[in-house]
């Protein structure tokens, strides 16, 4: 495996992006990133068709940035409110007399940086974005390359020889080998775990998308894009 750590510092000084001094401290935050294919057309190619019929809907909003990365644009999906589905068997549990309604939003930010187009997901935004669009493996490389082998939490693989998937996890940090993976007949699918300590962020998951977890502000969301593509394009 290939790592590209020293070389081009993936999550790594993230931190200094805005000018941050060392020593200040940042609410830890996850962030959630897709890698769109490179013939996708414009942000609206990344769209399910759920989402492209909600665009005209009054509780949609859609905000254009060009100061984000090289242009993005914000989708923020607002439902309209209902009573929660588990809310019946605590009226009739409890007794709950008084209305309670609530409603579901979600937002998608879908920008360019590095000559490529990404979306970060809030919420259940991933369900309006256009699976086919996304590259496949963009999350897993990108993780594969960061990851310390020796802090696996978690990773899930399919068994080509007999088409069963399965999931390895661990209440602990693990290494590789105590997957008991076999590089001839498993193909990894999802994998995470914590990165190594010259890493900013503290964890990663990956698998179709990135996740990862760590000291960062939304405004760092395309700089870090590019870094993990830049990672992804070396290989594993």
Same mark, same amino acid.
């Given at each position: 495996?290939?790592?590209?750590?020293?070389?081009?510092?993936?999550?790594?000084?993230?931190?200094?992006?805005?000018?941050?001094?060392?020593?200040?401290?940042?609410?830890?935050?996850?962030?959630?990133?897709? *890698?769109?294919?490179?013939?996708?057309?414009?942000?609206?190619? *990344?769209?399910?068709?759920?989402?492209?019929?909600?665009?005209?809907?009054?509780?949609?909003?859609?905000?254009?940035?060009?100061?984000?990365?090289?242009?993005?644009?914000?989708?923020?999906?607002? /439902?309209?409110?209902?009573?929660?589905?588990?809310?019946?068997?605590?009226?009739?549990?409890?007794?709950?007399?008084?209305?309670?309604?609530?409603?579901?939003?979600?937002?998608?930010?879908?920008?360019?940086?590095?000559?490529?187009?990404?979306?970060?997901?809030?919420?259940?935004?991933?369900?309006?974005?256009?699976?086919?669009?996304?590259?496949?493996?963009?999350?897993?490389?990108?993780?594969?390359?960061?990851?310390?082998?020796?802090?696996?939490?978690?990773?899930?693989?399919?068994?080509?020889?007999?088409?069963?998937? /399965?999931?390895?996890?661990?209440?602990?940090?693990?290494?590789?080998?105590?997957?008991? *993976?076999?590089?001839?007949?498993?193909?990894?699918?999802?994998?995470?775990?914590?990165?190594?300590?010259?890493?900013?962020?503290?964890?990663?998951?990956?698998?179709?998308?990135?996740?990862?977890?760590?000291?960062?502000?939304?405004?760092?969301?395309?700089?870090?894009?590019?870094?993990?593509?830049?990672?992804?394009?070396?290989?594993?």
């Amino acid at each position: 495996m290939r790592h590209f750590v020293a070389e081009y510092g993936i999550l790594t000084g993230i931190a200094a992006l805005e000018g941050r001094k060392k020593g200040d401290r940042v609410r830890k935050k996850t962030f959630t990133l897709y *890698l769109a294919k490179e013939d996708t057309g414009d942000f609206n190619a *990344l769209l399910s068709e759920g989402a492209l019929e909600r665009l005209n809907e009054p509780s949609t909003r859609v905000v254009e940035v060009d100061e984000f990365g090289d242009g993005a644009k914000v989708f923020v999906f607002t /439902g309209s409110e209902h009573e929660p589905r588990w809310l019946t068997e605590l009226r009739n549990e409890f007794g709950i007399a008084q209305p309670i309604q609530t409603k579901s939003t979600c937002a998608l930010v879908i920008f360019r940086t590095a000559e490529r187009t990404f979306a970060a997901t809030f919420g259940h935004g991933w369900m309006y974005l256009k699976e086919e669009n996304l590259e496949g493996d963009f999350g897993l490389r990108v993780a594969l390359n960061a990851l310390d082998e020796s802090k696996l939490k978690r990773l899930e693989r399919a068994n080509l020889g007999d088409a069963l998937r /399965g999931v390895a996890l661990s209440p602990f940090q693990r290494n590789f080998s105590s997957f008991g *993976l076999d590089d001839a007949l498993d193909l990894v699918r999802k994998v995470s775990g914590n990165t190594r300590d010259e890493a900013s962020a503290e964890a990663v998951t990956g698998s179709r998308s990135l996740k990862v977890s760590g000291e960062f502000e939304i405004s760092n969301l395309p700089e870090l894009a590019r870094i993990s593509h830049e990672g992804r394009c070396i290989g594993v």
